[in-house]
């Protein structure tokens, strides 16, 4: 319950504000973008990720399982995990989305990545706002590559969880 109480915390405040302190201490570069963007999205993860385990904990095949004696493994690994796989394929996936966006956000505003690394976000700034009125494709190039790149990954995501979702094995 205190480290729900330290998510609810966390999540009360703004990614982006937290992502921009965060780095703008740090430093950019990619390490740091990397740390600071799978500590912001991973803990407010684990909230929905805890949730779908209490609901299924509760469940009666569960009661059943540890009345015939199976042990916290088998009952993690055959019981609970097959069922909370689809919505953590789908948070997971949304997820990617959002990171790939927050990144081009960072390296836009120059907290991202160093600028000798190729970023759809830096890309889009420095050197290339510079250039837009001139060659416009050089702004759409990116804007279009991370749509599709997000689109794809939630289309992907939306197809596992049909293929893995128990619920949805009788229905074929």
Do not use: K
Not at 78 to 102: C, D, M, S
Not at 155 to 164: C, P, W
């Amino acid at each position: 319950m205190v480290m729900q109480r330290f998510v609810d915390a966390w999540m009360s405040f703004p990614d982006l504000i937290i992502l921009i302190v965060v780095v703008s201490v740090l430093g950019p570069g990619m390490i740091q973008v990397i740390f600071v963007l799978g500590l912001t999205f991973g803990i407010a993860g684990s909230r929905i990720v805890r949730g779908a385990v209490v609901s299924v904990r509760e469940n009666m095949y569960i009661h059943a399982a540890q009345s015939m004696g199976a042990g916290t493994t088998r009952i993690l690994l055959q019981h609970i995990l097959p069922n909370i796989l689809p919505p953590v394929i789908v948070l997971f996936t949304t997820r990617v989305g959002a990171v790939i966006l927050v990144e081009s956000g960072l390296s836009f505003l120059g907290f991202g990545v160093p600028p000798p690394a190729p970023t759809w976000g830096g890309m889009l700034s420095g050197a290339g706002r510079t250039y837009m009125y001139m060659a416009p494709w050089l702004a759409l190039a990116p804007g279009i590559c991370i749509t599709i790149v997000v689109y794809a990954i939630n289309v992907l995501g939306d197809a596992m969880r049909d293929l893995l979702d128990p619920r949805m094995r009788g229905s074929r």
